[in-house]
């Protein structure tokens, strides 16, 4: 079941970053709702796909721990939360990956 998830997220961001990069008709230099949105909506795809691969990964193994090194419940939402800093800032440090998951985040960062 965890590997089936991790495919299945793996796919969802890949399709994501495909439709984000795909359509180069916005070339000018204005602000334009329709980018922002198309923006907005991918970023949060993104989010929700390595959410849920934290959360698949973390079903047989422990991929986040908390800063003062024991592992963090393994719950959707605090995989999500894990995903959403990780993007968003880079973490603040309460949550740490482990094993795996410490590739994921660097890719999920460097988007």
Known sequence: MATLLIALAGIFIVVNLYYFFTNKSYKYSYFSSVLFMKLFI?????????????????????????????????????????????????????????GPARFFALVEASI
């Open 42 to 98: 991918v970023l949060t795809g993104i989010t929700v796909g390595f959410g849920v691969l934290y959360y698949a990964l973390g079903i047989n193994n422990v991929v986040i721990e908390t800063n003062s090194g024991d592992p963090a419940p393994v719950t959707f939402l605090n995989a999500l939360y894990f995903s959403g800093e990780t993007i968003l800032s880079v973490g603040y440090g309460d949550l740490v990956p482990v």
